[in-house]
């Protein structure tokens, strides 16, 4: 994915120099010339940094497995039984079956 995003950003790059050239060239138009060359630059360097940044995130991703890797397996837990809960015959809103709300609470 990186190598094609560093790809765009060099057609960016070389055809806003070609559109530039051709225009200041052979159209006399200098100030669009300049306009079409920063803003075919601009792209091309946004998805220039959009590769390198993936590329770190690979590289990351790398080492981070090799750390995974390198690291000893975790002691397996001792199988204990759970101690059983406590079994309540009645639950807490039963208590409050008829309760009636009064106009102070």
């Keep these: 994915m990186s190598k094609l995003l560093k790809g765009i950003s060099y057609v960016f790059f070389g055809g806003?120099?070609?559109?530039a050239i051709i225009m200041a060239v052979y159209g006399g138009l200098w100030s669009a010339a300049f306009l079409q060359?920063?803003?075919g630059f601009l792209p091309g360097i946004l998805f220039l940094a959009l590769a390198v940044i993936l590329d770190s995130i690979?590289?990351?991703?790398?080492y981070?497995?090799?750390?995974?890797?390198?690291?000893?397996?975790?002691?397996?837990?001792?199988?204990?039984?759970?101690?059983?809960?406590k079994i309540r015959t009645k639950s807490a809103l039963e208590a409050l079956k008829d309760y009636k709300m009064d106009?102070?609470?």
């Design 16 to 19: 806003s120099l070609l559109a």
């Design 37 to 39: 060359l920063v803003g």
């Design 58 to 62: 690979e590289e990351n991703r790398y």
């Design 64 to 85: 981070l497995q090799e750390l995974f890797k390198r690291l000893p397996e975790p002691p397996a837990p001792p199988s204990q039984a759970r101690p059983q809960a």
């Design 103 to 105: 106009a102070k609470d």
